[in-house]
């Protein structure tokens, strides 16, 4: 499974201190989301296992026959458009006003961290050895833009790419919200 999320807003559009854009407003710009599910994996550990099964084996004309359908990628797409009238039906619903705030200003007044000195107390306070604060801080100030990834557990694995300007601005934010 492959899944894209694409924001128009950038991470230091969406989350600086200085923006003077909403949360809802930097969504509204746009935002895409894919999602591709690819079927083909392990079909034919699948099949010679279903021959083995004699209460199965009548059944493997059928299956082979339908085999280079699970080959196919099932791809999904999700296009809204936001008009001005559905912009102003959003903006009057009165759920919203929390995100009305620019990013930067409702996750500091979730987290209660709204300056430098609180970060670094929080990031000490969460017993983060001392190393790992350094990265951290190395990394919110130099941060490029653009990360590439890859997490595996077993036999699931993830690769992923992040990209925008202010990477560095997002694991900040990310970060306060260590427990």
């Known amino acids: 499974m492959e899944a894209t999320l694409r924001l128009a807003s950038s991470p230091k559009d969406f989350l600086s201190e200085e923006s003077e854009t909403g949360i809802i407003a930097s ?3 746009g935002i895409s989301f894919d999602l591709r599910v690819n079927m083909w994996r392990k079909v034919a550990d699948v099949l010679s296992k279903l021959q083995e099964d004699e209460n199965l084996a009548a059944l493997m004309p059928l299956l082979i ?5 699970t080959l196919l990628k099932i791809k999904g797409e ?7 009238a559905m912009q102003e039906k959003i903006y009057a619903n009165p759920m919203i006003e929390p995100f009305m705030m620019n990013a930067a ?4 007044s979730i987290t209660t961290i709204s300056d430098d000195d609180e970060y670094l107390q929080h990031l000490n306070d969460k017993r983060i050895p001392a190393h790992i604060i350094e990265l951290i ?6 941060l490029g833009d653009e990360i590439q990834y890859s997490l595996s ?7 992923g790419r992040i990209a925008g300007d202010g990477l560095g601005i997002a694991l900040k934010t990310a970060t306060k919200f260590i427990k």
């Open 27 to 29: 969504l509204i710009k």
């Open 105 to 108: 200003t409702l996750i500091n």
């Open 78 to 84: 999700i296009d809204i458009e936001i008009d001005e």
């Open 153 to 159: 557990q077993g036999q699931i694995a993830v690769n």
């Open 137 to 142: 801080m190395l990394l919110n100030e130099n």
């Open 65 to 69: 026959g339908i085999s280079p359908a």
